[in-house]
């Protein structure tokens, strides 16, 4: 959700404390759904209905903190990184990895 939000919002001002940064939480869940997929070989077949499913939660959830922070962002109804991208550890929107 992280990547979805610092794509999307249109104000770049900073949220949380520099503890909580987006990188920090960004690796930690990118691992945790690596860590979730080696464990159990049968998620791969899964992958796109899981991702589909995963983007639309993470979508109304950023939604709904663009709203807190009275921002008007339309998030896109599909989701516009591969699941590699959102695997990847060093990928992050915006960086020199970001086109599909």
């Not at 992280?2 to 960004?26: C, G, M, Q, T, V």
């Not at 009275?70 to 599909?78: L, R, T």
Request: net charge positive; charged share 30%.
């Amino acid at each position: 959700m992280e990547a979805l939000s610092a794509s999307f919002r249109p104000s770049k001002r900073i949220r949380k404390a520099a503890h909580d940064s987006p990188d920090l939480r960004n690796r930690f869940s990118r691992d945790q759904a690596q860590s979730r997929i080696d464990a159990t070989p049968s998620l791969k077949r899964h992958a796109p209905e899981l991702f589909a499913k995963a983007w639309q939660q993470a979508r109304r959830a950023a939604q709904k903190s663009f709203e807190l922070y009275d921002e008007q962002v339309q998030v896109p109804a599909d989701c516009p990184y591969s699941i590699e991208q959102v695997l990847d550890p060093d990928y992050f929107p915006g960086s020199q990895q970001a086109s599909k």
